[in-house]
């Protein structure tokens, strides 16, 4: 993996799907040996998902870059935890409260739980849900559509 093929990612013109991981993502591949380390720990499945998402400590790769690297790699597995999907899991009254408010691996596991339940129970995938989080949000979601329809 290469610093610009890391941050190619982060920009909606080439993940299609998310609009804002470059703002604080492009740090990360200041470092790149810290990056792939982290990334390789985050994607080790031998390991369960709360001890990998500690472990995976690099400067600017939070919990939306994180969950979104996890959703691309592993699409059956893991949702998107991001200020828009925990904003909507709060509103449904879904946004789980009984984890260790420190252990941010333990919160992503347990968020993790209630998007996989969710999606189960609308009948989709992670994808559309994530996508169906930003639906539920109209001013967020008419400024990616617009620039999506902006791209070549």
């Known amino acids: 993996l290469s610093a610009e093929e890391f941050r190619s990612f982060l920009y909606l013109e080439n993940n299609r799907h998310w609009s804002q991981l470059y703002r604080r993502g492009n740090g990360a591949a200041d470092d790149m040996e810290t990056l792939r380390a982290g990334l390789a720990v985050l994607l080790d499945e031998r390991h369960d998902i709360s001890d990998r998402w500690n472990a995976a400590r690099v400067p600017g790769l939070g ?9 691309v790699v592993f699409p059956d597995r893991y949702g998107v935890w991001n200020n828009v999907s925990e904003k909507q899991l709060r509103r449904l009254g879904l946004f789980p409260v009984a984890y260790p408010k420190t252990d941010k691996g333990k919160r992503y596991e347990a968020v993790n739980e209630q998007l996989k339940k969710l999606a189960r129970a609308v009948g989709t995938d992670l994808w559309t849900l994530d ?20 791209m070549p």
Do not use: C, G
Not at 63 to 71: G, N, T
Not at 135 to 144: E, F, G, M
């Open 63 to 71: 919990k939306a870059i994180k969950s979104a690297i996890l959703l």
């Open 131 to 150: 996508s169906l989080f930003w639906d539920l949000d109209p001013d967020k979601s008419r400024r990616v559509f617009a620039q999506l329809a902006a």
